[in-house]
């Protein structure tokens, strides 16, 4: 085995993703188990959230972790899908743009 390849931080940013139109940011509150979590989101609204099949086993999400969340058609104010994880330098940067609502910011800060 080599070494693990360092991907570059510019490109990382370049590849963030834009929500769509009925997407919200969230902040991740508590991990209820196995794919299932609880999200603070950007509209105000606690939903509990599953993690889709093609990350729930590529990437790790923990508390404190800001995710973009699509909300289900049927009960869209307490449920939803995650479908995209932010880094660290992501999340930053978009606290740097504005894109990120006050409260949810704190608690990005916090964790």
Avoid: H
């Amino acid at each position: 085995m080599g070494k693990r390849k360092i991907i570059a931080e510019p490109k990382e940013l370049e590849d963030m993703p834009e929500p769509g139109p009925s997407d919200v940011y969230g902040v991740v509150s508590k991990m209820v188990g196995y794919d299932k979590l609880i999200v603070d989101c950007a509209d105000g609204k606690q939903r509990l959230c599953r993690i889709r099949g093609q990350l729930k086993r590529r990437i790790w999400i923990k508390e404190g972790d800001l995710v973009l969340v699509s909300p289900w058609d049927f009960q869209s104010d307490s449920r939803g899908d995650v479908w995209w994880r932010f880094t660290k330098n992501q999340a930053l940067e978009l606290i740097q743009r504005g894109v990120i609502p006050d409260f949810l910011r704190a608690k990005l800060e916090k964790a």
